[in-house]
């Protein structure tokens, strides 16, 4: 979209060009074919010789002017006259003035920060955000992209790194007093109890469902000389023991379950300030992860991730949309809220560019000469007409017109002297 701009700006130019050199070259010859035909006039009178006087003045500064445009970008009538064609001449030159030009006006560190300050960022962050659409556009956007980016992420060994990165995270951090934080925090609003109780269900239903197994483990570890009766008397009693103990931990007001939750209390302190049990928790997750299906798991996870986040971007009411909707207002108006974290965001935004345009502000000055070092002398001379010829053909066209003004004044005063 901008290079069709850039294109159709271009074209405009170059018709506005062709149209005003139309226009004075029209004045020139205007004023030629008057001058040529006053001539042939018999007996001239005084108007006669007045608009000869004007026309041969127009001529003459139509052509002055003509030259002097024409000298700028290329040598009239291709005459090697001495000083023309200035422009391709100068090329070089013009370059380092205008890399030098740019580095001096618009890169110096003071201006740029007093242009960030007029201008107030985060003052239009806060509008543009805060604008109706904008965080359902802006989402969307982000939406659109993200499948394309996540796609192209297939490198193996880029999931073997982030399953690597995801180990030696969970290796560096300490997860016990995390886990005894959340435990205790369990604890503390009573969430811990439906947990424990379906826990402890799931335990009694195991020990239900597999009364003939238990029959048949203790069978295998009798002597022979014990009767089966035995055995499945035996088996029978530990899986009541066991039944008896988990239907009393269901039950909020028994000793056990009350001795039970005094322990996980103890359990969620001990994660938190005890440093053997720490340690243990700590020593316990260092053997899991050197486990290989472990290490499988974490290297397998992040194909997991970018499926689910694959199959949530798909769908027109995914989490992810609405999250980032949610957050983009949320940002709009945390920051129309906090002054202090707006005048944060602007220092922040102002030391961000200038240290991108402190260490290469000389360098983009270079960068904008050596640019115009390559480009040959036509090219820089085509390119500055285009830009600016328009307007210097009206310098033509004034030029006839003031010279015919002035050699009518003359004409006039020379009359009036006689």
Do not use: C
């Not at 003035?97 to 580095?103: A, C, D, T």
């Amino acid at each position: 979209m901008t290079d069709q701009t850039d294109t159709d700006h271009e074209a405009g130019q170059r018709r506005l060009l062709r149209r005003n050199r139309r226009l004075a070259t029209g004045l020139l010859l205007f004023a030629a074919s008057l001058f040529v035909a006053l001539r042939f006039v018999p007996e001239p009178g005084f108007w006669t010789l007045l608009l000869r006087a004007a026309s041969e003045a127009a001529i003459v500064g139509a052509l002055a002017d003509w030259f002097a445009v024409t000298a700028l970008f290329r040598r009239p009538l291709g005459l090697p006259i001495p000083h023309t064609a200035i422009i391709p001449s100068n090329k070089d030159r013009i370059g380092d003035g205008l890399g030098s030009f740019v580095e001096r006006n618009f890169l110096e560190p003071s201006l740029v920060v007093a242009k960030l300050r007029s201008v107030d960022p985060a003052a239009r962050l806060v509008r543009w955000l805060n604008a109706p659409g904008t965080a359902e556009a802006l989402a969307a956007r982000l939406v659109a992209t993200m499948p394309g980016v996540i796609r192209s992420i297939e490198d193996r060994e880029l999931r073997d790194f982030f399953g690597r990165a995801l180990g030696e995270q969970l290796r560096g951090t300490e997860v016990a007093p995390v886990i005894g934080k959340v435990l205790g925090v369990l604890v503390a609003s009573g969430q811990h109890q439906p947990l424990l109780e379906r826990a402890v269900a799931w335990a009694l239903d195991l020990v239900d469902r597999n009364q003939g197994r238990l029959e048949a483990m203790v069978g295998q570890r009798s002597g022979w000389w014990i009767p089966k009766a035995i055995d499945r008397r035996v088996a029978r009693s530990l899986s009541s023991g066991a039944h008896d103990y988990l239907k009393e931990l269901l039950d909020p007001a028994s000793p056990m379950r009350i001795r039970m939750e005094l322990a996980i209390e103890d359990l969620a302190r001990d994660l938190q300030d005890d440093a053997d049990t720490r340690a243990q928790v700590e020593a316990a997750k260092a053997r899991l992860l050197d486990q290989p299906e472990i290490q499988a798991w974490l290297g397998g996870l992040w194909d997991e991730v970018r499926r689910i986040t694959l199959h949530d971007l798909e769908r027109p009411d995914g989490r992810t949309r609405e999250a980032l909707v949610t957050g983009l207002r949320s940002l709009g108006s945390a920051l129309e809220a906090d002054p202090a974290m707006r005048a944060r965001l602007n220092a922040s935004i102002e030391r961000l560019a200038l240290d991108l345009i402190a260490p290469w502000r000389r360098g983009i000055g270079r960068f904008i000469a050596e640019v115009v070092h390559g480009w040959d002398a036509r090219t820089v001379s085509d390119r500055i007409e285009t830009a600016v010829g328009s307007d210097l053909q009206y310098v033509r066209i004034s030029g006839t017109i003031v010279a015919a003004l002035v050699g009518s004044t003359l004409f006039l005063a020379t009359r009036l002297i006689e």
